[in-house]
């Protein structure tokens, strides 16, 4: 058995041990200073999280379900090549007829969206006599007042902005996935490489630089409307949004309190 | 004299929790990053760091700095809410360089957008790929910029 440890030997380890911490402040700006040299900058010079709210809406009989925004938010945001993850994607919405001599009021929905969307549509297995409707509906993160995301979060990795965006710190994230389960909008995954939980963050490095996010900038029929709530411009495509449409939010019985409104979707959008 | 003392064994309780105590504040002082607590319960640098990527679109104003005759000709006709880079693709790198190419364009750009789809809205333009003309590409008739006008 070895001889248990020296009081002198234990006052000298505690003492290292707290001068080691007393000498962090001196070497966190060291650090940070080699940081700012190597990293281009973060938040661009005047921008002041606290001055915007940014929201982005939808319009669902806009869409015409082309991947365009899937496309360019994947090469943006250089979300993992393969399908399965996506930051936004589009769904098409397919109500049947109610079968003949049926009471019900429309029939099963079909709803697919393969690789998202992403390079389009392929045709529909669905006969055409036997749609009663269809519509496109793109999808992403709802940016929710009262998020389950970072509700669940056991770390405090995910948080919401005070300009309205629900982000990820990818240096708090543990990879848990508890945020992935509790997202009920499906909104989130785990990125392969670096094993932290991701969603879309609205573009931040291209709203904070006066840019729209790579989406609503591809979007060819204008389906996604982006704007600032604190800043409306003068012919605000996101005012007039919202004041010409009867808008939805989705599963609002959830008390999520999503911020991104959904126009002419219907009773079968989940 | 002796009973007022304070008793050894409590100098050396209190001591200990006083360095307990101590580390335990120097360890918060030091270990909670600097910018925690600047918009909320979280790191204040998160944000930075979110907004530190790389842009890969430019933007459509970017593009009308060099090709403002192309955008005059795109307002007369019925493209002109579609950005440059819906179709021409991320464009930041050739902004910066115009040395550098944009995405090479094929039909598959047109047809994502304009095949028959149940779901599209009736006001889209759409075709169906074997009955119109399937064997032409979509710009030996058509030019891109001006839909409405044709070869």
């Known amino acids: 058995m070895s001889p248990s440890p020296s009081r002198r030997r234990v006052l000298g ?54 991947g365009s925004c899937v496309d360019a938010c994947k090469l943006e945001n250089k979300v993992p090549q393969s399908s399965g993850y996506f930051r936004t994607w589009i769904e098409r919405y397919i109500i049947k007829k109610p079968a003949p001599g049926s009471t019900a009021l ?13 390079r389009g549509f392929p045709p529909t297995l669905v006969p055409r006599e036997e749609i009663l409707k269809a519509f496109f509906v793109p999808k992403l993160c709802n940016l929710c007042e009262h998020s389950p995301c970072s509700q669940a979060c056991p770390v405090g990795a995910t948080f919401d902005t005070p300009d309205g965006v629900v982000l990820v710190d990818p240096t708090y994230c543990i990879g848990c996935g508890f945020c992935i389960q509790a997202c009920p909008y499906g909104c989130r995954f785990m990125n392969p490489e670096t094993h932290t939980a991701e969603k879309c963050t609205l573009c931040y490095h291209r709203i904070t630089r006066g840019l729209r ?50 126009a002419n979707i219907d009773k079968e959008v989940r | 004299m002796q009973s007022s003392r304070v008793p050894p064994q409590l100098v050396r309780l209190i001591l200990l929790v006083l360095l307990i105590l101590g580390t335990y504040a120097i360890a918060r002082v030091n270990l909670t990053p600097k ?84 779901a599209r809205p009736a006001a889209q333009k759409q075709i169906k790929l074997h009955e119109h003309f399937p064997s032409d590409s979509c710009i030996g008739c058509h030019v891109a910029h001006q839909p409405n006008q044709s070869k």
């Open chain 2, 35 to 118: 910018t925690f607590g600047q918009y909320g319960h979280y790191r204040g640098a998160a944000l930075d760091e979110a907004a530190a990527r790389q842009l890969v679109f430019a933007g459509t104003k970017a593009c009308n700095e060099c090709h403002d005759e192309t955008f005059a000709k795109l307002a007369k006709d019925r493209h002109k809410n579609v950005g440059c880079e819906t179709c021409h693709g991320p464009s930041r790198a050739h902004a910066r360089n115009p040395d550098v190419t944009t995405q090479k364009l094929t039909g598959e750009f047109c047809v994502r957008c304009h095949v028959a789809d149940p």
């Open chain 1, 106 to 118: 429309r029939g099963e929905a079909v709803v697919d969206s393969p690789n998202g969307g992403r």
């Open chain 1, 13 to 66: 380890l505690l003492a290292s041990g707290l001068g080691w911490l007393a000498s962090m402040p001196l070497a966190r700006p060291a650090k940070a200073a080699v940081k700012n040299l190597l990293a281009s900058a973060g938040l661009p010079p005047g921008y002041d999280p606290t001055k915007h709210q940014w929201l982005i809406c939808m319009d669902a009989d806009k869409c015409i379900g082309c």
């Open chain 1, 213 to 262: 996010p790579a989406c609503v900038e591809v979007c060819p029929t204008q389906a996604r409307i982006f704007g600032d709530l604190k800043n409306p411009t003068e012919k605000d495509p996101l005012q007039e949004f919202i004041h010409k449409n009867k808008v939805f939010t989705l599963k609002p019985h959830l008390g999520t309190e999503p911020r991104v409104l959904y």
